[in-house]
């Protein structure tokens, strides 16, 4: 991809990334500088160590196994790239437990040493963003016990969901500026008789996934040169504390978060650009809540819809629970009304998995999503109703009692 254009403010025409028939300029309207005179003074993970050295809490560190990225505005993050800790979300679970399911898989074959806790609590954001009824200290409480119940496996924390990934950095800002709530809060740990314990660096999944994308490419099978995608990047990943999200100068001159985007390259597919890339996918937290059918048209209307007539892609890639969900299940309704819909959307973690050969049903679970993704797995030599007939073998096994739970071998079963 060429470098930014000075008199546009953003790239030049990148040279796989394309913008369909849409003029460029307003692709990039809403392009920003990674200026480094325009970062935050402050670094938060510096004070995040000051207050360790003052004894006020315990820093995990990043493991030693890790990789360094550059940051919005040039600064230096640690990745891990193994011995993980998994904060799973509710919402990938609930909707769409493929999403899990693929970057267990993923860690599984790539041979990375990762932690499925069983004391997790859900980061309660949903209170926090959707409904304003909890409070402070009850929400850092959640937040530091999920992170005390990391630090004593030994595992570093890894965040699958962006709404716990904006919020608990949200989280990190009030306890570094506010001693009154880390008294609060180590009070209410202590009865729990855990530490208070501050991650070095906040890691969402798709940091690792992004640091991974070569040994990913290494062992993928199919050949997704003819695949167009496009992208949406969640806002509570890249626009929620946007000091923290992953840059490259090779993707967009970075002007743009480079998750999904490079992975998506790595793995030999196209990626194509359309212009409301900025907007929210419709979820927007309350309003999915109050406002449903605002949802819903925002998604299909202003995203699907632009995406469709601009690009024309074989598939949306995410790399959020509500993301995934509203862009995907919300398109049913659109399509009841003739509107010109109809892309298969999924997680970036379930497409690089099929890339390497992962079972479309068994492992990825796509039959929980509602926009028709068949004719994408044909187009990626995915025989899927081969597939969906060894899963409903699978579904009889179960239902005749032979087995209680389908195991990983079962799901790499050829």
């Not at 946007?242 to 597919?269: H, P």
Request: hydrophobic content about 35%; glycine content about 6%; proline content about 5%.
């Amino acid at each position: 991809m060429s470098s930014p254009d000075p008199n546009r403010g953003g790239p030049s025409a990148p040279s796989t990334l394309t913008a369909g028939t849409i003029p460029l300029e307003v692709v990039h309207a809403r392009s920003f500088t990674r200026n480094p005179d325009l970062a935050p003074i402050e670094d938060i993970r510096e004070e995040v160590l000051k207050l360790e050295a003052e004894g006020e809490w315990i820093v995990q560190r990043v493991p030693d196994d890790h990789t360094e990225v550059t940051t919005k505005y040039g600064r230096t993050k640690k990745i891990p790239n193994r011995h993980t800790w998994h904060h799973k979300s509710c919402g990938q679970c609930g909707h769409i437990p493929g999403y899990s399911t693929a970057i267990f898989w993923l860690n599984r074959e790539l041979g990375t040493e990762y932690n499925d806790p069983r004391d997790q609590t859900s980061c309660t954001a949903w209170n926090y963003y959707a409904s304003a009824t909890s409070n402070a200290p009850a929400q850092a409480a959640v937040a530091m016990r999920n992170f005390a119940a990391a630090y004593e496996t030994g595992f570093y924390p890894v965040i699958h969901c962006g709404t716990s990934y904006g919020h608990y950095k949200e989280v990190r800002e009030e306890l570094v500026r506010h001693p009154d709530l880390r008294a609060q809060v180590r009070d209410i740990l202590a009865r729990m008789n855990k530490p208070l314990v501050m991650p070095e660096e906040m890691i969402h999944y798709s940091e690792w996934i992004h640091v991974m994308r070569h040994e990913i490419r290494k062992r993928t099978v199919l050949d997704l040169s003819n695949i167009t995608c496009v992208v949406h990047p969640a806002c509570h990943y890249y626009k929620l504390v946007a000091e923290d999200a992953i840059y490259d100068q090779e993707i967009y001159g970075g002007q743009r978060t480079a998750i999904m985007s490079q992975l998506l390259e790595t793995l030999g597919a196209k990626v194509a650009d359309y212009s409301t890339w900025f907007d929210c996918c419709g979820f927007g937290f309350r309003h999915v809540l109050v406002q449903r059918d605002f949802t819903r048209s925002f998604a299909t209307l202003r995203k699907i819809e632009r995406m469709k007539e601009e690009a024309n892609p074989d598939v949306t890639i995410t790399h959020d629970t509500g993301c995934v969900t509203t862009l995907d299940k919300s398109q049913f309704a659109a399509k009841a009304h003739g509107r010109n819909v109809g892309i298969p959307v999924m997680s970036e973690a379930q497409f690089a998995a099929l890339a390497m050969g992962a079972h479309p049903y068994r492992v990825c679970q796509l039959h929980w999503h509602s926009t028709d993704y068949r004719p994408l797995l044909e187009k990626m030599g995915i025989d899927w109703e081969k597939a969906w007939a060894e899963f409903e073998s699978d579904l009889d096994r179960l239902r005749s009692g032979k087995t209680e739970f389908l195991t990983w071998d079962d799901a790499n079963a050829k």
